[in-house]
Structure formats: structure tokens, C-alpha cells
């Protein structure tokens, strides 16, 4: 981990990561070499040598002027001028299926409209299951695996390119070249519902952290002297202060006799 802090070790790797092996981490250039810099980051976090990367460490790398084919624009990596973007090929012969990692919440849509790539050109797919569930699991514990027939559906037209030597990028995948979990519809409508929002607050569920406690409208009661049953009437502050005005009546009548 030592050697590894060092710039200059660590831009060596990190380039070696985005120009040379980036398919075997997931990762992918768009085609006007950028790649936004938290999917970088979530892939590295499944390395415990590269967990503590962050902006700041490549913003040093270029601080110190070390050779390092990439620079950070906002939360964007791009590749600098020079650095050709790596070669997508189109494939027309892609393995017969291949592994999409999808989200439950998205999973009523994509049975109903298809895959469709969000926020960049290309959907990354894959012909290794584990490398589709480790790139989803990078935005949910708990992806639910979906087939792509990607044989038929390149005879159908969809374009498949090679990003590495098992993932794939593509625009979309119509739903009937999607094959789901084989459940009930009772359990697929439970594996695509979202988890309800918590309403208010549980007081019997709430931690309570040692020395402290939940404070209750009777403690404010108690505390300005008011009773703890809300009815607002001081009890037995009212007895005691007629008694005080009557022994100070008495006291002004003795003075005038």
C-alpha cells in the first residue's frame, strides 16, 4: 500500500487500468474519450489497493506534472489531446447471451419497454455473469440478473460492440430478447417494488444512545410547572398562594388596629 501511495506509482496503474484493461473492471470510454469519474471510482472501491483513491490523488498527479493520459474536468475523466479513445468494434457475431445487472426498480420497465442506456450512449453488458453482477452491485446490493439473447437480437439488427473480452456495449435491447427470473408474478412484482418510506418516527424502534433519552410533552410540563396531564392548571401552586395572600391581609389588618 506504501508503494502504491506514491504518484507515480499510482498513475502507472491507474493508467495501465483506463488505456489498457479497463473491459476486465467494466469500465468504457465514450467515443469522445470521456468517462465520468464515479464509475472509476465505484470500480476501484472492489480493489482494497485503490479504496483510497479519490479526486485530489490524480489532481496531484497533475499538480506534480507526472505523464498520466487523462485529466479531471468537473467529474469527468477525459482523455487528453493525443490519447485516442479505444477502438468499440462492432460485433456481428456476439456470444449467444450475455448478463445485464439491472436494478429492481427498473425492472417493470425493462420487461415492458426493453434496455436502454441512461445517461451515456452504450449499456454495458457482459458474457460473464459475475462481472455483470459486480458492475451492479456498484448501484444496488441486490441486482436482479437479466439474459440477453444477443445472438437473435444481432439477426434482429441490434448492434453489439466489443469493450474487452467479455463486455459489451449497447443502445438498447427490445424486451422480447430479454429473458427473466422464472417466478411467479406475485414474486417478480416483489422483487421489482421499492422499499416504503419511513412515515414519522417509531419511538419503541428508535436507538437511544447511552445517557440520552426521547424527551416527552410531560418532561417540558414538569419542567415550567405545569402538570405532566396537560390540563394546564399548576396543581397545588394555587393553594398555597391564597394562603400567602391571606396571611399578608392579616398581617396589614393587625398593623392598622
Known sequence: MAAMNHPKTLAKTLA??????????????????????????????????????????????????????????????????????????????????????CRRRSLAAAREHGLRATGRRFLAVSADQDLALRMARRRETEPILIEILAGLAARDGIVFRAAGASLYLVENVPAGHL?????????????????????????????????????????LHGQFGGPPDGSGKPKGRGRRGAEWKRASRNERNKRKV
Open 179 to 219: 429473458r427473466f427470473p422464472l417466478v411467479s408474478e406475485d414474486r417478480f412484482q416483489e422483487l421489482a417494488g421499492r422499499p416504503k418510506k419511513h412515515q414519522g418516527i417509531d419511538k419503541a424502534s428508535t436507538p437511544k444512545t447511552p445517557g440520552s433519552f426521547l424527551v416527552e410533552m410531560e418532561h
Open 16 to 101: 495501465y487500468l483506463l488505456l489498457h484493461a479497463p473491459g476486465e473492471y467494466g469500465l468504457f470510454w465514450d467515443e469522445d474519450g470521456s468517462m465520468p469519474w464515479k464509475e472509476l471510482y465505484w470500480a476501484m472501491q472492489e480493489d482494497p489497493s485503490l479504496r483510497f483513491v479519490r479526486e485530489s490523488h490524480l489532481r496531484e498527479i497533475a499538480y506534480l506534472g507526472i505523464d498520466f493520459p487523462a485529466r479531471l474536468d468537473g467529474h469527468v475523466l477525459r482523455l487528453k489531446s493525443g490519447v485516442p479513445a479505444p477502438d468499440h468494434p462492432v460485433v456481428h457475431d456476439p456470444p449467444p447471451r450475455l448478463f445485464h445487472g
